[in-house]
């Protein structure tokens, strides 16, 4: 029961998607616009970088909510933060509210880390900021990073139910990318240079989407 009451938990708090309801707001669906993502990044390129910070912040303090409100209702559970973590992140991804068409669980997965170890999270950040910026692609941090996420919790904490829950998010997460490593391939995926060259970034989307 308690599982299953941690897993409630996490997919309700991460079915919270303000990167939709600021859309909404405005008067569009975002993910109608940009990459079509109800996420921070796509927010950044279709409302502007004040709006995806907030979005962003938004999505990791969900993230670390879920986990640490599990916790703390059950702290018998060994695996509740993990648990509940993970299914707020598949709960951004799809939220029952948007039929199922939510955001893509950097931001959250970032704030689960968080809660969980922030030291690692901290060492995790660093590597994911050189691999990002050397390649110049976003959405390589989401891929590897919930992959090195859960081998890092399998192998300190010999939890198989909590290794599971994330190894489902991972594989989650990386089908989720798909589309942005075809628009890679063709060369209409916005890099991480957007957020200091928009015009030049988009003059490329834009010239290589018309070829």
């Known amino acids: 029961m308690q599982i299953i009451m941690s897993l409630v938990i996490g997919y309700l708090i991460g079915g919270i998607n303000p990167a939709y309801i600021i859309s909404r707001i405005r008067g569009f669906d975002i993910r109608d616009r940009g990459s079509g993502n109800a996420g921070a990044s796509n927010v950044v390129i279709t409302m502007g970088k004040k709006a995806g910070a907030f979005t962003a912040l938004f999505d990791i303090s969900k993230g670390a909510a879920a986990a640490l409100i599990a916790a703390a209702l059950f702290p018998q559970l060994r695996a509740a933060k993990i648990i509940s973590g993970s299914a707020c992140i598949l709960g951004h991804i799809f939220p029952a509210l948007m039929h199922f068409h939510g955001g893509k669980g950097l931001a959250s997965l ?102």
Not at 142 to 147: D, E, H, I
Not at 151 to 158: K, P, W
Not at 166 to 181: C, G, P, S, W
Not at 202 to 208: A, P, V
């Open 110 to 211: 970032a704030g689960v880390i968080m809660a969980y170890d922030m030291r690692f999270f901290v060492i995790l950040l660093t590597i994911e900021a050189v691999i990002g910026l050397w390649i110049d692609y976003v959405c390589v941090v989401p891929m590897s990073g919930s992959v090195i996420f859960t081998v890092f919790y399998a192998l300190t904490s010999g939890d198989p139910v909590g290794t599971l829950c994330l190894a489902v998010a991972a594989v989650v997460m990386q089908f989720r990318h798909i589309e942005n490593l075809k628009r890679i391939q063709n060369g209409t995926e916005a890099h991480i240079s957007f957020l200091w060259r928009k015009d030049k970034e988009l003059d490329r989307i834009k010239k290589n989407t018309s070829t």
